[in-house]
């Protein structure tokens, strides 16, 4: 489990230390002698202490290819430490069955309960079993889940950024003690029901709608295209609300009569986790099901926003994934007798995406650092989700092109990434409307509404 370092748990021995100190501490950077060529330096770790060896001996850093701007010289110890140990994690329990998810569409319920007990649900909460650490660090584990699959970061996405951060933000104290808790765990998943078969882009035009009745409301309406819909236990559920017109969140419990919420079966993409449409036909929802803290769109709005900010870090991580695969086939792969990387079009290719990569990630880190600070203008998410969203479409389809005919197979996994990177364009606000949200903050005039 990712914890936070303090000073009760950072002197006690190894022998007193809870289980999750002893994780953490597993996780941190000790340095080592290191080769003086990146080039020699092939592993994830070997990497990592390469850098903190030249740190430490103020040595000047030969250029890294695959962190060219030096991302890692601006992470805490903390950061490192929780990217670590996601890596580690996604890549010995996640990559082994992603292939398998996605020819199959079938989405492993044990994923939850697996990042839960390391602390990766929820993890910017303080508090409630959760890990409380920075929203960069929140960054670095979508792009570790991400650089595996967007399926697997959707699910995360949803359970930690769109129903365990609005409990904390809007939730009474006894909701938060109900909820968080077993959130965190994965002991429970929860999914987001905003998306309307009629308003997707419109969310003010929601048809589904709250009516107030002795003990509680009663609820009506449908959902749909709702990540974790299917397997979840813990539905939060906006509705218009007709005794004062306004939208609210309510906390829906899967047995609730006239709940149901079937699977959307036969996607193109996001197979390795699970979608759905929420069906509610006069679900009666107690009083304490209400989230009174959140009032009006502007509450699941920065819901979303949050979401968003750690998209904009997991589709970096697949446009890592993208680029390393078509890099090592283009250096193994020979047509007229020579490596196809050493042909000028393919290596502009490979170029080109590392180049937008490095740059996505200084946003995104920069972004990071203002939400933490309290900074955080709404509209700079809407940069780094549609830049970010966009521009690993865009490489993420031009490094697929140097794989050739074997582009059409799933076994080089960067077909399955591009699938994914059309719905990560489109989903939590469209490339379109993101540009209209800046456009507005640039003129003062709304164009995508009367």
């Not at 079938?106 to 007990?117: H, I, K, L, P």
């Amino acid at each position: 489990m990712i914890v936070s370092p303090s000073s009760e748990t950072g002197n006690l021995r190894d022998d007193e230390a809870p289980d999750v100190v002893l994780l953490f501490r597993s996780a941190s950077v000790h340095l080592a002698s290191c080769p003086c060529s990146p080039a020699h330096v092939a592993s994830f770790h070997q990497r990592r202490d390469y850098f903190h060896y030249h740190t430490e001996m103020h040595l000047p850093l030969p250029f890294d290819w695959e962190d060219p701007l030096n991302l890692q010289s601006l992470l805490t110890d903390e950061e490192i430490a929780v990217r670590d140990t996601a890596h580690e994690y996604c890549q010995e329990k996640l990559f082994p069955r992603v292939l398998n998810a996605y020819r199959t569409e079938d989405f492993d319920s044990g994923v939850m309960r697996e990042m839960g007990e390391l602390g990766l649900l929820g993890a910017t909460i303080k508090g409630y079993g959760c890990a409380g650490v920075s929203s960069v660090a929140y960054g670095l584990i979508a792009r570790e889940v991400e650089r595996v699959d967007s399926g697997y970061r959707s699910t995360m996405s949803v359970q930690s950024s769109l129903v365990m951060h609005p409990i904390n933000e809007f939730g009474s104290e006894e909701q938060k003690a109900k909820w968080l808790p077993r959130l965190a765990k994965g002991e429970i998943t929860g999914c987001f029901g905003l998306t309307e078969a009629n308003h997707g882009s419109d969310p003010a035009g929601m048809e589904t709608v709250a009516e107030e009745v002795d003990g509680g409301f009663i609820i009506n309406g449908s959902k749909t295209w709702i990540s974790n819909a299917p397997v979840a236990d813990l539905f939060l559920v906006w509705a218009r609300c007709k005794w004062d017109n306004k939208v609210r969140g309510f906390l829906l419990e899967k047995e609730m009569k006239g709940l149901s919420a079937p699977a959307i079966k036969n996607k193109l993409a996001l197979r390795a986790s699970i979608t759905g449409s929420i069906f509610l036909d006069n679900v009666r929802a107690p009083r304490e099901s209400l989230l009174e803290g959140g009032i009006g769109l502007g509450a699941p709005f920065s819901c979303l926003n949050s979401a968003r900010y750690g998209i904009s870090w997991g589709v970096m991580g697949s446009l890592e994934d993208c680029i390393s695969r078509a890099r090592t086939y283009a250096l193994e792969r020979k047509q007229f007798k020579r490596p196809l990387a050493s042909f000028q079009l393919i290596q502009k290719k490979l170029v080109d995406a590392q180049t937008e990569v490095a740059l996505g990630l200084q946003a995104s880190l920069q972004v990071g650092r203002l939400k933490d600070a309290g900074t955080l203008a709404p509209e700079m998410i809407s940069i780094i989700k549609r830049n970010n969203c966009g521009k690993a479409l865009e490489h993420a389809r031009t490094v697929l092109d140097i794989l050739g005919g074997n582009a059409c197979s799933d076994e080089y996994h960067i077909g399955r990434h591009v699938a994914n990177l059309q719905v990560t364009n489109t989903y939590e606000g469209t490339h379109d409307i993101h540009a209209l949200i800046l456009g507005r903050a640039m003129t003062g005039l709304q164009a995508f509404a009367n």
